[in-house]
């Protein structure tokens, strides 16, 4: 049954649809004369290397999105405005550590290094900032300001025969505003209904010079404040509550249930922690990072003669970030011993207990700091010669971005000492590109019904990825609380490659109605060797208003050199993953040979295109991609806190949560009774713990908190997938007495699945790099499809934007494995690989999304909307699980559920004001 808020939205947006209707009879049947195609605006350069192609002649799925369409959002910022348009492109809108400072989008549910971003056909280079969960490394589209861009052509199909590596599930390029007068100024407001993310943007576009010679700047600057969602602090509450904590301590839980004997702890040594300000939600791990953006482009262009044209564009940009992580209560630091004697138990002389001198005696909460810079140069030269049309360029970007811990501190040096610093410098990530290369095409008459287009290339690029390293303090012993500072011994260094590559292309029309377009291209790396894809695309027209297209093609992806060589140990206030540099030899001492190797694809896709009456479209693509080789992130379990179904809880029928047990190594839903061997002696090797099958034993330089929750990670080629999935776009102009409707429905069906996964390496005796459920979340934790409904109703000044977005359903699986039955009962169970699983779902997500535009001169634009109106949120952790660790002051941070696209935050309105002159 729908609910009513539901129905509302849904009768809501049918309103407005039908309001066309109501005005005149008919008029669904009525196309705006002149407003079918405009060829001009919509020729292609994207996706095809044939000159003078219009999107709806096309061989392959491109969808075009104007600036004004860019525009007609509240989105924050490019990437987001993207995917408002695209619906197989899904924005993060939450990460944890680093990653939320770098927010990124993947398309056709791929990861984000799985498309290919361009600027005017050229390669864009990619941030420093390596996802540590997901590897992803991807251009960061917020350094490119919108009133830079005059459209972007998306092309959703395998293009790494055209354009190289990365071009697995499409490319996105962006086209430059190359107006030589004139200009705009916009400005806007935002903020969540619920509150947080108050974000103001200004952006201005200027052009100068003539048709001879032309320059277009553009500026955007933000800020953007965070927003959270947190609950109460489940520790807090027991604090909060002495007498009744201590009760269920005693005596269990009104319903029976255990509550761990760390919580006396809390009772004596953290019960400060409800004077610290933000009491009692406390957590704010994983809120989005204030913002301060600035970001400037230019593109110019001086014609030398009729055939010659000199041309250069480049941007540089500055972004400044900071986010919270998780709290630490006030005993964590361990305190101080004073005396010396190695135990901090004792008291003072005014019988103070060591252990009681803390820091932060309200505890506190450490942040991520970033301080980026990005630039981007291209100079190039394009001309036609004796028939050729030529382009030869070179492009230049840099990101380099440094690294801080601030409102924190380092647990070893205020042991020892009783000092610590509060704020880090914790080292700087770099990533350069330099790519040279020279196209040519041209047409031949060899008897077909039009001349062949024959297009070659070569292309030379060097890559260059580091990590600096930080200052002393951020690394010795435990490091800076929540993000340890990069050591010069162990994760730091300075990676290049260089690589070379060719293209042929033929696009042949052997008939009026028949196009065939043939690509092959050879690559070769200097760490990695070569590789060599192809293409074949044709596309037959059997009317003017009926083709079908179809696509065949080979491709590949050159592991990033962060990807390769990132290193860090990710820390929490229980929890330490030391994660492996693939390409070092302590990751093929632990048996993963020669490093990161190319993922390699192949992709299929067969479409029609249907244009039955003037100004309808519409575009239906399905596909498949198979990768193989394809790189995630393995994680190898060692140790857990101890909870009631691990060793400690099930033999004793008490545990303690800050200490550790052995992990579920071998992948089967339930923790082990002993601790992995191999797994134990490489964490003794690298320095982090002293004994293997002892992690709370003194020795090693991980603070003794985070080993409850200890494991080792590593990037790998272990995966096989097939994504397969259908891109459907229609869009309609209809005509009226009173104005014009533009209808559009795009949407996206997508589903993975794991066709294999590579056993870890024997040597690691038996553990489990992807265990059963976490291969099923990567099958899972993505909407099923993606539909985006649009209306655009223009009434002489005044325009209406109603869009409708709907999201499918997504899910994660956890083990029940502990949960009592009474619990279990109650959940969405799951039988995966031998062992039970529960459900978190995300249902479907309906968003409604309005905007009221009013043009009262032709140089004057004033837009109010609201995002989400109807305020839709993800779903929940499942209640059952919730209560349970309620009861058990076990809840520690959010009830909404992470992965959705569309965030946890709710509504949010904005205004807008546009000044063209």
């Not at 500072?485 to 052997?510: H, K, M, Q, W």
Request: proline fraction near 5%; hydrophobic fraction near 35%.
């Amino acid at each position: 049954m729908k609910s009513t808020k539901s129905l509302l939205r849904t009768e809501f947006f049918l309103a407005s649809c039908l309001l066309s209707a109501g005005f005149v009879p008919g008029a669904l049947a009525q196309a705006v004369s002149g407003q079918s195609t405009d060829e001009v605006s919509e020729i292609l350069v994207t996706g095809t290397r044939r000159t003078g192609m219009a999107v709806s002649d096309s061989p392959a799925p491109v969808q075009m999105v104007s600036a004004e369409m860019l525009a007609e959002t509240g989105a924050p910022d490019l990437m987001n405005a993207i995917a408002t348009q695209v619906p197989s492109y899904n924005a993060n809108q939450t990460g944890t550590d680093m990653a939320s400072q770098t927010l990124t989008a993947s398309m056709r549910a791929l990861s984000p290094n799985h498309a290919l971003v361009l600027v005017n056909g050229k390669r864009r280079h990619i941030t420093s900032n390596v996802g540590a969960s997901s590897g992803a490394a991807a251009t960061d589209l917020s350094f490119i300001p919108s009133s830079a861009i005059n459209r972007l052509e998306v092309l959703s199909d395998g293009a790494a025969a055209l354009y190289g590596s990365d071009a697995i599930a499409g490319v996105i390029n962006i086209i430059l505003k190359d107006d030589y007068e004139g200009g705009s100024i916009n400005t806007s407001v935002s903020e969540y209904a619920d509150g947080g993310g108050f974000t103001t943007n200004l952006q201005g576009n200027f052009g100068a010079g003539n048709d001879i010679a032309y320059i277009n700047l553009s500026l955007e600057s933000e800020q953007r404040d965070t927003v959270t969602r947190s609950v109460v602090f489940g520790p807090a509450v027991c604090v909060a509550n002495p007498e009744e904590c201590l009760y269920r301590l005693n005596n269990g839980t009104p319903s029976g249930w255990t509550v761990s004997s760390a919580y006396r702890t809390y009772l004596q040594r953290d019960s400060n922690m409800r004077f610290h300000p933000a009491y009692p939600a406390l957590n704010n791990v994983g809120d989005p990072p204030e913002i301060d953006r600035l970001a400037g482009f230019f593109n110019a262009g001086i014609k030398l003669s009729p055939t010659l044209e000199l041309y250069s564009f480049g941007s540089m940009g500055k972004k400044e970030a900071a986010s919270l992580e998780t709290y630490r209560r006030p005993s964590q630091d361990g305190g101080v011993d004073v005396n010396r004697d190695g135990d901090r138990n004792d008291r003072t002389a005014d019988g103070t207990l060591e252990a009681m001198i803390n820091k932060y005696p309200y505890g506190f909460s450490p942040m991520e700091e970033s301080k980026e810079t990005d630039y981007s140069f291209t100079i190039g030269l394009s001309g036609e010669n004796q028939g050729w049309v030529w382009d030869i360029a070179t492009v230049y970007g840099s990101n380099e971005m440094d690294v801080y811990t601030t409102k924190s501190m380092n647990f070893t040096i205020w042991n020892e000492t009783g000092a610590s610093p509060e704020d880090f410098y914790d080292g700087t990530y770099f990533a350069n590109q330099w790519t040279t290369s020279l196209e040519a095409s041209k047409e031949f008459d060899i008897g077909l019904a039009a001349p062949m287009t024959f297009a070659t290339g070569v292309e030379y690029r060097q890559d260059e990825y580091g990590i600096k390293p930080g200052e002393l303090a951020s690394y010795y012993g435990a490091g800076a609380a929540s993000f340890p500072g990069y050591n010069p011994e162990v994760n730091t260094g300075s990676y290049d490659r260089d690589n070379y590559a060719g293209f042929l292309n033929f696009i042949l029309l052997p008939t009026d109605q028949w196009l065939v377009d043939l690509a092959v291209r050879y690559e070769n790396y200097s760490d990695f060797g070569n590789e060599t894809v192809g293409k074949i695309t044709t596309r037959y027209d059997f009317t003017d208003s009926f083709a079908v297209r179809a696509t065949a093609s080979t491709g590949f992806r050159a592991p990033t050199l962060g990807e390769g060589f990132y290193s860090a140990v990710n820390v929490g206030p229980t929890s330490a993953s030391p994660q492996l540099q693939p390409n070092s030899e302590a990751a093929a001492a632990l048996g993963f040979g020669a490093g990161l190797q190319p993922e390699t694809s192949v992709n299929f896709s067969a479409g029609l295109v249907f244009r039955p009456i003037s100004g309808f479209v519409t575009t239906i693509d399905a596909y498949q991609i198979t990768i193989e080789d394809r790189i995630q992130r393995g994680s190898f379990s060692y140790s857990t806190s101890q909870g009631t179904n691990t060793i400690t809880g099930r033999t004793t029928g008490s545990f303690n949560s800050n200490l550790p047990d052995p992990a579920d190594t071998d992948g089967n839903g339930t923790p082990d009774s002993s601790y992995n061997e191999a797994l134990g002696r490489a964490l003794v090797g690298f320095g982090y713990i002293g004994v293997w099958n002892d992690p709370a034993a003194p020795g090693g330089s991980l603070d003794a908190t985070a080993r409850a929750n200890l494991s080792v990670s590593i990037f790998n080629n272990a995966l096989e997938t097939r994504t397969s999935g259908i891109d459907w776009v229609t869009t309609y102009t209809t005509g009226f007495n009173w104005g014009s409707i533009d209808w559009t429905l795009a949407a996206n069906y997508n589903k993975t699945e794991v066709l294999s996964a590579k056993a870890a390496p024997a040597s690691l005796g038996g553990a489990v790099m992807y265990s059963p459920v976490s291969l099923s979340n990567q099958e899972t934790n993505s909407p099923d499809y993606r539909i985006n409904l649009g209306a655009r109703f223009r009434m002489g000044d005044f325009s209406l934007n109603v869009r409708q977005a709907v999201y499918g359903p997504q899910y994660t699986l956890s083990s029940v494995s502990g949960l009592p039955a009474s619990v279990r009962d109650q959940l969405s169970l799951v039988q995966v690989a031998g062992a039970t699983y529960y459900k978190n779902d995300i249902g479907t997500l309906m968003q409604t999304n309005v905007e009221l535009t009013y043009t009262p001169t032709d140089s004057l634009r004033f837009s109010l909307g609201v995002d989400n109106l109807f305020n839709e949120y993800p779903g929940k952790v499942p209640q059952p699980v919730w209560d349970y660790n309620e009861e058990r002051y076990a809840n520690t941070n959010r009830q909404y559920l992470t992965g959705s696209p569309v965030g946890y935050f709710g509504a949010r309105w904005f205004a807008k004001m546009a000044f063209n002159f």
